[in-house]
């Protein structure tokens, strides 16, 4: 690991919106391309990029759409950049096909969603949770991505930085899914020293000239890169291939290529998952939530708490991959978990999986637009412990 | 084996072309072969250093060209290579980056790219093969299809009006634009280079028969039958009106170069808007740190 450059990191205390935090956690992660659209209410990360970038050194290009803008961070990356792009539903939809690209061509890229009531152009400037199946799921074929959620400006600067460094490290696309709540609260935010932050550099191949193939792995599957102009003359390819990177569409080669796609997270999640978990020593009830719902159950987790419901809290800072095995183990243990969101029952869909019905899931879903009465989750507590 | 004797082993393009994956894909008399060749050339006639010369592809029989390239190459998703490029020159600006595809790729699906690309002056060489049919899928219409032409998808005659992407480019202010034939050997090789080693974007169309779909649709002979009929066919007219080069079924094309002007390129405007308004503030930034000088351009 590296340290952060100081010239990139505002250290102090600082008042920041969500979004702003993002900016300066990518800033201070070394982020230095951002190509965007803009689109409420994710507008504000790039356009304090625009601001805060010129004196610092490094590019933004407002492209011509969203599928131009992840595209052109495709292309920043494999010429040297740290890159990054940020929207929210319907352009998030619109760059599907070029994450894809990058799960394939093992592109280090970070993607901010600060995520707004769907489906369509739904509730431009109100909050909802509903892209985090879509941030799994969204492109086609079998591929695995990174995905964390902030619940708090300061959390959005931190996870900003854990984000551009899980990209590094597995060479993948990490989505930031921010909700409206989070990316316009306003709050504290204090900025470490840049000598704190850890930055991860790139995996850079240390192939001569001639050796270098782009997809030749070691043992964690993770290949090197390759920028570039640094002289291996490399050809890579959105096509099922080979270590060298040439086309190679047959079965074998492509069984190999998926599974190694997938299994270098897979195999890895215990130490790319973060959670945040109190009360679980002894809880009959586990609620589960991530984002602005975490903030919002709460008070829920603490009025049913005083009523002596043991209810312990799991908050998914990670939520792909997503916690099998801890959600596995809990399941064993506890009566029921409870997962409100602000969308129609996604995360619940997997805790549902998870818990392989040793334990009740039940879902408080909250369309958008809004977040949840914190008595409708306390109900819910109540129901479940009932 | 002695060197003299190697020398005669190879093919003159071998530093540039993958010979590792040969035979290529294309059909027989396909006119894409010959336009590589023109552009292999090119680049050698340049002398910019190949290991900083980019080659980007989108979809289609002409977006495997990234892959018979031996420069880095990225073969990327249809439509796209042109952002693709966008970010590759803006991170790395030392590069030469070349975007090398087909007209449906580039003016269909990716059309928003090619005219924000042309407006913005983004320092990229486009090369565009242009077959008027979607080769790839199986020979169906493309924006950039003759009225009356038979396709897979106008079995009965193509009749939506057709791109004529020089007139397209020229309006969205492209630096410099040719078109010739993929039988004009020598002159597409010579616009090829001229583009080359022009800032900004620069546009170079190559007329070129998709043998196996279009001419066999149409009954217009053999692939190389047709590359001569629009070799034949066509007027040369440096300078000529883009507006004037509309392109008609089965008749005369005109080539030639069409545009060659100054404008500053999207970096040049970059850095001098950011001079203008923050002046020492302002620190101009190449992302790239490996090695290596990088122009100012
Ligand atoms: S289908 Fe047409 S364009 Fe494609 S390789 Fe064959 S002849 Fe060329």
């Given at each position: 690991?590296?340290?952060?450059?100081?010239?990139?990191?505002?250290?102090?205390?600082?008042?920041?919106?969500?979004?702003?935090?993002?900016?300066?956690?990518?800033?201070?992660?070394?982020?230095?391309?951002?190509?965007?659209?803009?689109?409420?209410?994710?507008?504000?990360?790039?356009?304090?990029?625009?601001?805060?970038?010129?004196?610092?050194?490094?590019?933004?290009?407002?492209?011509?759409?969203?599928?131009?803008?992840?595209?052109?961070?495709?292309?920043?990356?494999?010429?040297?950049?740290?890159a990054?792009?940020?929207?929210?539903?319907?352009?998030?939809?619109?760059?599907?096909?070029?994450?894809?690209?990058?799960?394939?061509?093992?592109?280090?890229?970070?993607?901010?969603?600060?995520?707004?009531?769907?489906?369509?152009?739904?509730?431009?400037?109100m909050?909802?949770?509903?892209?985090?199946?879509?941030?799994?799921?969204?492109?086609?074929?079998?591929?695995?991505?990174?995905?964390?959620?902030?619940?708090?400006?300061?959390?959005?600067?931190?996870?900003m930085?854990?984000?551009?460094?899980?990209?590094?490290?597995?060479?993948?696309?990490?989505?930031?899914?921010?909700?409206?709540c989070?990316?316009?609260?306003?709050e504290?935010?204090?900025?470490p020293?840049?000598?704190?932050?850890?930055?991860?550099?790139?995996?850079?191949?240390?192939?001569?000239?001639?050796?270098?193939?782009?997809?030749?792995?070691?043992?964690?599957?993770?290949?090197?890169?390759?920028?570039?102009?640094?002289?291996?003359?490399?050809?890579?390819?959105?096509?099922?291939?080979?270590?060298?990177?040439?086309?190679?569409?047959?079965?074998?080669?492509?069984?190999k290529?998926?599974?190694?796609?997938?299994?270098?997270?897979?195999?890895?999640?215990?130490?790319?998952?973060?959670?945040?978990?109190?009360?679980?020593?002894?809880?009959?009830?586990?609620?589960?939530?991530?984002?602005?719902?975490?903030?919002?159950?709460?008070?829920?987790?603490?009025a049913?708490?005083?009523?002596g419901?043991?209810?312990?809290?799991?908050?998914?800072?990670?939520?792909w991959?997503?916690?099998?095995?801890?959600i596995?183990?809990?399941?064993?243990?506890?009566?029921?978990?409870?997962?409100?969101?602000?969308?129609?029952?996604?995360?619940?869909?997997?805790?549902?999986?998870?818990?392989?019905?040793?334990?009740?899931?039940?879902?408080?879903?909250?369309?958008?637009?809004?977040?949840?009465?914190?008595?409708?989750?306390?109900?819910?507590?109540?129901?479940?412990?009932? | 084996?002695?060197?003299?004797?190697?020398?005669?082993?190879?093919?003159?393009?071998?530093?540039?072309?993958?010979?590792?994956?040969?035979?290529?894909?294309?059909?027989?008399?396909?006119?894409?072969?010959?336009?590589?060749?023109?552009?292999?050339?090119?680049i050698?006639?340049?002398?910019?250093?190949?290991?900083?010369?980019?080659?980007?592809?989108?979809?289609?029989?002409?977006?495997?060209?990234?892959?018979?390239?031996?420069?880095?190459?990225?073969?990327?998703?249809?439509?796209?290579?042109?952002?693709f490029?966008?970010?590759?020159?803006?991170?790395?600006?030392?590069?030469?980056?070349?975007?090398?595809?087909?007209?449906?790729?580039?003016?269909?699906?990716?059309?928003?790219?090619?005219?924000?690309?042309?407006?913005?002056?983004?320092?990229?060489?486009?090369i565009?093969?242009?077959?008027?049919?979607?080769?790839?899928?199986?020979?169906?219409?493309?924006?950039?299809?003759?009225?009356?032409?038979?396709?897979?998808?106008?079995?009965?005659?193509?009749?939506?009006?057709?791109?004529?992407?020089?007139?397209?480019?020229?309006?969205?202010?492209?630096?410099?634009?040719?078109?010739?034939?993929?039988?004009?050997?020598?002159?597409?090789?010579?616009?090829?280079?001229?583009?080359?080693?022009?800032?900004?974007?620069?546009?170079?169309?190559?007329?070129?028969?998709?043998s196996?779909?279009?001419?066999?649709?149409n009954?217009?002979?053999?692939?190389?039958?047709?590359?001569?009929?629009?070799?034949?066919?066509?007027?040369?007219?440096?300078?000529?009106?883009?507006?004037?080069?509309?392109?008609?079924?089965?008749?005369?094309?005109?080539?030639?170069?069409?545009?060659?002007?100054?404008?500053?390129?999207?970096q040049?405007?970059?850095?001098?808007?950011?001079?203008?308004?923050?002046?020492?503030?302002?620190?101009?930034?190449?992302?790239?740190?490996?090695?290596?000088?990088?122009?100012?351009?």
């Amino acid at each position: 690991m590296e340290k952060a450059d100081s010239k990139r990191v505002l250290t102090g205390s600082h008042y920041l919106d969500g979004d702003h935090a993002c900016t300066e956690g990518a800033l201070a992660a070394g982020c230095n391309f951002i190509a965007g659209y803009p689109i409420t209410p994710s507008t504000e990360v790039v356009e304090r990029y625009s601001r805060r970038i010129p004196a610092i050194g490094g590019t933004f290009i407002q492209m011509e759409d969203e599928i131009a803008s992840i595209t052109a961070v495709l292309g920043a990356v494999w010429g040297g950049a740290k890159a990054m792009t940020v929207t929210s539903g319907p352009g998030f939809s619109l760059m599907m096909e070029n994450i894809g690209l990058a799960a394939m061509l093992e592109t280090p890229c970070v993607i901010v969603n600060v995520m707004r009531g769907g489906p369509s152009t739904g509730l431009p400037t109100m909050v909802g949770q509903a892209d985090v199946m879509q941030a799994r799921w969204g492109s086609h074929g079998d591929y695995e991505i990174i995905a964390l959620a902030p619940q708090s400006p300061q959390e959005a600067f931190t996870l900003m930085i854990d984000a551009f460094n899980l990209a590094e490290r597995y060479r993948l696309p990490v989505m930031v899914m921010l909700d409206e709540c989070i990316g316009h609260m306003t709050e504290k935010v204090v900025i470490p020293e840049a000598c704190e932050i850890e930055i991860r550099p790139r995996r850079i191949s240390t192939k001569e000239k001639g050796e270098y193939l782009p997809y030749e792995i070691g043992a964690d599957m993770v290949p090197d890169m390759a920028h570039a102009g640094e002289g291996h003359r490399y050809h890579i390819t959105g096509l099922t291939h080979d270590e060298r990177g040439y086309p190679a569409m047959d079965a074998e080669v492509h069984d190999k290529l998926v599974r190694r796609l997938c299994d270098k997270v897979r195999e890895q999640a215990d130490d790319i998952i973060m959670l945040d978990e109190d009360g679980m020593d002894g809880a009959e009830i586990v609620l589960i939530s991530y984002g602005i719902t975490s903030r919002v159950a709460r008070a829920s987790i603490e009025a049913t708490r005083a009523a002596g419901i043991k209810v312990g809290s799991l908050r998914l800072q990670t939520l792909w991959p997503f916690p099998e095995k801890r959600i596995g183990e809990l399941a064993g243990k506890v009566k029921a978990f409870v997962v409100p969101e602000v969308n129609y029952g996604q995360i619940s869909l997997e805790v549902e999986r998870c818990a392989a019905g040793r334990a009740q899931t039940l879902l408080v879903p909250h369309m958008g637009g809004g977040v949840h009465d914190p008595a409708v989750i306390t109900r819910a507590i109540e129901e479940a412990a009932k | 084996m002695s060197d003299a004797m190697k020398r005669t082993d190879q093919h003159p393009l071998d530093d540039i072309l993958r010979s590792d994956r040969l035979p290529h894909i294309w059909c027989a008399t396909c006119g894409i072969g010959t336009v590589v060749k023109c552009f292999a050339e090119a680049i050698q006639r340049t002398e910019i250093p190949l290991d900083d010369v980019a080659v980007v592809s989108g979809i289609g029989c002409t977006g495997r060209v990234a892959g018979y390239v031996k420069l880095d190459s990225y073969h990327t998703t249809h439509g796209r290579a042109i952002p693709f490029a966008t970010g590759l020159k803006l991170a790395n600006p030392r590069l030469k980056v070349v975007v090398f595809s087909g007209d449906g790729d580039l003016s269909a699906i990716g059309g928003n790219h090619l005219i924000h690309a042309a407006r913005r002056n983004m320092d990229l060489t486009v090369i565009c093969v242009n077959n008027f049919i979607y080769g790839m899928t199986g020979g169906q219409a493309a924006p950039t299809t003759p009225n009356t032409a038979n396709t897979s998808t106008t079995p009965f005659g193509a009749f939506e009006p057709p791109f004529n992407l020089q007139k397209l480019l020229e309006a969205c202010g492209a630096s410099y634009q040719a078109r010739w034939t993929s039988l004009h050997v020598r002159r597409l090789t010579n616009s090829m280079t001229e583009a080359l080693l022009k800032p900004g974007f620069s546009f170079v169309e190559a007329i070129a028969p998709c043998s196996t779909l279009y001419a066999r649709r149409n009954r217009l002979g053999s692939g190389f039958d047709l590359m001569k009929f629009y070799h034949d066919n066509s007027e040369i007219q440096h300078g000529a009106d883009p507006r004037e080069v509309d392109i008609s079924f089965q008749d005369s094309i005109i080539v030639g170069k069409f545009i060659d002007r100054e404008r500053p390129t999207w970096q040049q405007l970059n850095d001098a808007q950011h001079n203008r308004s923050l002046g020492e503030k302002y620190f101009r930034h190449d992302i790239v740190e490996a090695g290596g000088e990088v122009s100012d351009a």
